[in-house]
Nanobody
């Protein structure tokens, strides 16, 4: 069974940058469309970026032009480069599959806090 481990979060000032990583164990990772989700207190979890097995990407309007998703299938890892961070980007960030057949088991997430 696939396990997802997110890392790279932290406290940063507005305008700063962070790079998140998601390491996946298990097989078939390279075949999956993967995404980064985030959940702020009181809000539903939302998809902010996705990347197909072939490298096509999707971004939510709120992060377009500031975030970049990438993957290294040889390392079973997905990344999220976050630039020009805003206080409203504060949330717990998770990676998971983007699929109609359901999610993989959720990891613990990584906290991103952006101070103004």
């Amino acid at each position: 069974q696939v396990q997802l481990v997110e890392s790279g979060g932290g406290l940063v000032q507005a305008g700063g940058s962070l790079r998140l990583s998601c390491a996946a164990s298990g097989s078939a990772f390279s075949l999956k469309t993967m995404g980064w989700y985030r959940q702020a207190p009181g809000n539903q979890r939302e998809l902010v970026a996705g990347i197909t097995s072939g490298g096509n990407t999707y971004y939510a309007d709120s992060v377009k032009g500031r975030f970049t998703i990438s993957r290294n299938n040889a390392k079973n890892t997905v990344y999220l480069q976050m630039n020009s961070l805003k206080p409203e980007d504060t949330a717990v960030y998770y990676c998971n599959a983007v699929s109609n057949s359901g999610y993989l088991p959720w990891g613990q997430g990584t906290q991103v806090t952006v101070s103004s």
